[in-house]
């Protein structure tokens, strides 16, 4: 329910404050403020999330091939399967990774073409033909044909 004034009954009012903003808001302590970065420090500051290193480019889940990138070592990389003996591709695909340059490379179970700053972009984008071809010729072999084309996420 809604009380009304009555003209005999005192009015009530609220008072305002008539101190300044900056004495109304306390000061942080200053152990605080040692802590924590300003604002304007803070929005300076970038937060970076690391990409995964190699970074997946492209996969072709049916055939079992797949093109990564690695920044870290410099190279591009084609993987098939697991790396395991028994999704060791066809020779004829083995023959068409060493024609493109690609070596063996047992550690890590992939096929490996080092990336150079001068032929960066030139490699990435063999490395990505060689992957189609490849995943093509497996998809042949496996008989797998009528799937959906190797994903390529561009």
Do not use: C
């Amino acid at each position: 329910m809604s009380r009304k004034r009555k003209s005999d009954q005192e009015s009530v009012e609220t008072t305002t404050s008539t101190e300044t903003p900056a004495a109304v808001a306390e000061a942080p302590p200053a152990e605080a403020a040692a802590d924590k970065p300003s604002f304007a420090e803070s929005v300076g500051q970038k937060k970076y999330v690391a990409a995964p290193d190699p970074f997946p480019i492209a996969g072709d889940y049916a055939a079992g091939v797949y093109l990564f990138e690695s920044k870290e070592d410099r190279q591009m990389a084609i993987k098939f399967g697991e790396g395991r003996p028994e999704d060791k591709p066809s020779q004829a695909v083995i023959d068409k990774m060493k024609e493109a340059g690609f070596r063996w490379n047992a550690a890590d179970r992939i096929w490996a073409h080092p990336v150079r700053g001068e032929s960066a972009m030139r490699t990435r984008i063999d490395a990505e033909q060689l992957f189609q071809e490849v995943a093509k010729m497996i998809r042949k072999e496996k008989g797998i044909e009528d799937g959906p084309a190797p994903s390529v996420p561009f």
